[in-house]
């Protein structure tokens, strides 16, 4: 970890204290007193395995498959059964791995969901492009899904190639989107990749939202040190004048911002970043209460030989003092790009200017946030610092996690 980093995390928790993971984990999770609650569901399938992708997951084979449904099931009634009465969510996300390979299971997993949670703000899925057929559309309609995000990446055979994926068969992609209808159709972009310019860029948002995208996120490509990846990453420079004149282009285009990486055409949303508080279920997924982080374990094995055991999967856990909480949670609600200090207040029962008063008055000096009433807003410079700290978290943070994770199901500690 790097000494810019540690001081980061030193200044802004007030405290030398790392981020400290252990093996410990609890046997009950207290999500009953959590408002704003969100499900995710982690499926761990792909047809093929991208080089670049960092998420957990494996290569699809029946068997394993199976085996892992069952135990998913399994483990959303440990979890949802700890408390008599249903609870209110927010939203279910499902994210993989590619989750679409699941719309046989989904019906099921949906019935165990909706036994002992109410969601209130619908389901989204994601899917390869492979996977958007009238036939599995349909299904994924009929199991209650509203909101669908489809990996596109690029629409150009030049930086498919760069990725290894396959061209998009964008007029067979049209007619199963006209066919089978979502609240939010979502397409997946990465950018910088190498060469790429904002004419590029450009031609793939309009093409997606002429083939019936109502919403788009555009990724910065991350490199991560555990990937096999080989794709060169772009200058900050180059990337800064890229994320600045796509944002202009959108926001010229009417396209509302809905988050950093995000912009959609009428209201509609998609993200399952953006939640005070989250319940995850399966390999991988995060869980975040009102004083801990937890990660299940990302090895499919000892993943069903847990839940086999009645016993919860969570491979790490954080408890965080206060000073971390409130920046994890200044961290994440920022990527909407915009924070409400009333919000803030409700959570933590003390004002945002007491706690990090000099921090935001500096981030307006420097041009960085603007405020308005309550709310404090990124600007188009704000945006892009903010992109590039998270980038730099990423690797900071999130590679070191998951690189351990995939060598060890279950570390002793890890400190970062
Ligand atoms: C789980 S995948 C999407 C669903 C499906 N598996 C697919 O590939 O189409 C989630 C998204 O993460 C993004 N992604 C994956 N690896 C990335 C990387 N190294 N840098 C930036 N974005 C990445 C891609 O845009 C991808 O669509
Ligand atoms: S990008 Fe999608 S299909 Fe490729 S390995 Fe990652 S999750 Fe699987």
């Not at 919000?343 to 935001?360: A, C, D, Q, R, T």
Request: net charge positive; aromatic share 16%.
């Amino acid at each position: 970890m790097s000494l810019l980093t540690t001081l980061t995390r030193m200044w802004v928790t007030r405290s030398f204290k790392s981020f400290t993971f252990t093996k410990h984990y609890d046997t009950f999770l207290s999500y009953q007193e959590c408002d704003q609650l969100g499900l995710y569901i982690h499926i761990p399938f792909c047809k093929q395995i991208c080089s670049f992708c960092p998420y957990c997951k494996v290569l699809y084979k029946e068997d394993v498959y199976q085996d892992y449904i069952e135990a998913l099931i399994k483990e959303i009634h440990m979890i949802g059964s700890q408390y008599p009465d249903k609870k209110e969510v927010t939203s279910l996300y499902f994210g993989g791995g590619t989750p679409a390979l699941a719309d046989k299971d989904l019906k099921r997993i949906m019935e165990v969901v909706n036994s002992y949670f109410i969601i209130t703000q619908g389901i989204g899925l994601e899917l390869h492009p492979d996977n958007v057929t009238i036939e599995t559309l349909a299904r994924l309609k009929e199991a209650g899904v509203t909101k669908i995000s489809i990996g596109i990446q690029s629409f150009q055979s030049k930086f498919q190639h760069i990725l290894g994926r396959r061209n998009i068969l964008d007029q067979a992609m049209k007619k199963a989107l006209d066919t089978v209808s979502f609240e939010t159709v979502s397409m997946d972009f990465i950018f910088a990749l190498p060469h790429q310019t904002f004419d590029d860029l450009v031609n793939d948002i309009e093409k997606a939202f002429s083939i019936g995208a109502n919403h788009i996120a555009i990724y910065p490509f991350i490199d991560f040190t555990f990937t096999k990846s080989s794709i060169p990453v772009m200058r900050k420079k180059e990337k800064r004048k890229l994320l600045d004149d796509i944002t202009h282009y959108c926001q010229n285009k009417g396209y509302q911002r809905q988050s950093i990486w995000t912009f959609s055409k009428e209201k509609a949303s998609y993200s399952s970043m953006t939640r005070d508080y989250f319940l995850g279920f399966g390999v991988s997924a995060a869980t975040l209460l009102k004083d801990s982080f937890k990660i299940n374990t990302f090895d499919i094995p000892s993943y069903i030989q847990r839940i086999n055991k009645q016993t919860i999967p969570t491979s790490l856990t954080m408890y965080f003092t206060k000073r971390q909480r409130m920046i994890y949670y200044l961290f994440w609600t920022l990527y909407s790009t915009e924070i409400d200090s009333q919000s803030f207040e409700e959570i933590f029962n003390v004002s945002l200017k007491k706690v990090y008063g000099l921090e935001f008055y500096l981030a307006k000096k420097m041009n960085l946030l603007t405020k308005e009433n309550n709310v404090y807003k990124m600007t188009l410079k704000g945006a892009f610092y903010y992109h590039y700290y998270e980038n730099f978290y990423t690797l900071s943070y999130i590679d070191k996690m998951w690189s351990i994770l995939k060598e060890e199901p279950f570390p002793n500690y890890i400190s970062l």
